[in-house]
């Protein structure tokens, strides 16, 4: 029953998230994330919305925490965000993810030269899995960086 009544509250939450620094967000974010899958849809909107960097970093934080496909998507979106912290924040929520993200990392790895924040970012999530098998993909699409 908890789980449902904070479900209602994630909205609240996320804009307790403004302003404050990542210390004090800590206790926002684990309650956010207790509320499950209820919060991949609220976080992908504060991740995408243009609100403050803050609440973006803490969104794709929070998105990483709950450890599931569908936050996957939103943070590769991240991964090109305006703000390098939230573009660090998205890239650590993707290495929690590890392998389940591995096949959109690899997908990001095809994005242009003009595009090389994607692609920075996700040669080093894809560095971070583990999987030997990234490897020779990683010097074959990454030549010469």
Not at 98 to 106: I, T
Not at 118 to 133: D, H, I, P
Request: aromatic letters at 2%.
């Amino acid at each position: 029953m908890a789980r449902k009544s904070k479900a209602c509250d994630i909205d609240r939450l996320i804009s307790e998230l403004d302003g404050k620094s990542e210390t004090a967000q800590e206790p926002i974010i684990d309650e956010i994330v207790g509320c499950g899958l209820a919060a991949i849809t609220p976080l992908t909107d504060a991740l995408q919305s243009g609100a403050s960097y803050q609440v973006r970093m803490a969104a794709a934080v929070a998105l990483g925490k709950i450890r599931h496909k569908r936050s996957i998507k939103p943070l590769m979106d991240g991964l090109s965000d305006t703000s390098l912290n939230v573009q660090r924040t998205a890239a650590g929520g993707l290495k929690l993810l590890g392998a389940e993200a591995v096949d959109q990392l690899l997908e990001g790895l095809n994005h242009t030269p003009e595009e090389h924040v994607v692609r920075k970012w996700c040669a080093e999530v894809l560095g971070f899995t583990g999987r030997k098998s990234v490897v020779t993909d990683l010097i074959k699409r990454l030549p010469g960086e």
